[in-house]
């Protein structure tokens, strides 16, 4: 059963989310081409574009179509006080964390499934060797662009959601009221970073917005 993962938010902006979304490739595009012919989606799915009434939606779909989901999360106020650490180490903390819970779940042969949006290709792929090496001799670990990914872009609409709710946004309570059934069924399982990464001096390929990875703009929303 393949995983797919993507991140919402930084401590920058309050919490930093990982979601892992396990569903079946088949099932992730099924559940898409449901939500787009019924509310009219046209590109891609992101959870930062969708009301609050399709957000119910696509929850009830993700139950129907077979997904399972957990999500990573750390927020401003776990930070100790003083420099604050890297988004990018805490990226890496989260998203290890994550797939290291999953493994005794997961079985032998998992594969993990990673947006490539975030940060440059270059960067992404030491993190892609780390993740597969948690991995049994069978599992494997590929980054993949969201846009042609439905998997990836459910596992966003997820990580947006606990996002929303971690910072306490002004649809948080609604969201919570969305998620809470599934939680409550163990559908979605959360937890919290339990190591916060060491505050360090910035490496250099990351100096500004270098290794962030920045898409053209399509003109489309």
Not at 13 to 31: K, Y
Not at 80 to 109: H, I, K, M, N, S
Not at 193 to 203: D, N
Request: with cysteine.
């Amino acid at each position: 059963m393949p995983i797919y993962v993507d991140e919402s938010g930084s401590l920058s902006a309050g919490a930093m989310i990982m979601a892992g979304v396990e569903i079946e490739e088949a099932g992730a595009a099924a559940l898409l081409e449901r939500f787009r012919a019924v509310t009219g989606l046209h590109g891609e799915l992101k959870g930062s574009r969708i009301a609050l009434i399709e957000r119910a939606f696509f929850f009830e779909l993700f139950e129907r179509f077979g997904g399972k989901a957990r999500v990573c999360t750390v927020r401003i106020e776990d930070q100790q006080p003083g420099p604050r650490p890297e988004d990018f180490d805490v990226y890496v903390a989260l998203l290890t964390q994550l797939v290291d819970d999953w493994l005794p779940d997961a079985g032998d042969c998992a594969q993990v499934i990673i947006d490539a949006g975030r940060y440059d290709a270059m960067v992404l792929e030491g993190v892609r060797q780390d993740i597969a090496r948690l991995l049994a001799s069978c599992g494997t670990a590929r980054m993949a662009d969201s846009r042609r990914t439905p998997g990836v872009q459910i596992a966003d609409v997820v990580a947006n959601s606990f996002y929303n709710i971690a910072i306490q946004s002004r649809r948080a309570g609604g969201i919570h009221t969305i998620v809470e059934p599934f939680q409550g069924s163990g559908l979605i399982r959360a937890s919290r970073l339990r190591h916060l990464p060491e505050p360090r001096q910035k490496h250099p390929a990351l100096q500004g917005n270098a290794g962030r990875r920045v898409r053209p703009y399509s003109g489309k929303t």
